[in-house]
């Protein structure tokens, strides 16, 4: 796969990334900061490297069951992870000035 196509399938990756909400924040997940990293291999499997606003929040079961699925849902990804992790924790400078602008922050 050339990195062109990988760099076509990440772009797809984020833009799924971007129709997933946080239930606590009108914000999608990608312009809170949420998402770490996304990985795609050769073999179009994706690994999305994710954190949570909190380690008690409420979507901790479902949010990454959610991003797996719609990941999965593009016909380029075979395969889909999600690692949680809470290195670094968030904080609401991760978030991108869109999500600030958005929450009245700016």
Do not use: H
């Amino acid at each position: 796969m050339t990195d062109k196509e990988l760099e076509e399938i990440g772009d797809k990756i984020v833009n799924v990334l971007k129709t997933i909400y946080d239930p606590e924040i009108p914000v999608d997940i990608y312009e809170l900061g949420l998402i770490y990293d996304v990985f795609v291999s050769d073999e179009n499997n994706a690994k999305i490297l994710m954190t949570l606003t909190s380690p008690n929040c409420p979507v901790a079961e479902s949010l990454p069951r959610d991003v797996e699925e719609k990941v999965k849902s593009l016909k380029q990804i075979n395969e889909c992870e999600v690692e949680i992790t809470f290195d670094p924790t968030w904080t609401q400078e991760m978030m991108s000035e869109e999500a600030k602008l958005e929450l009245g922050m700016l």
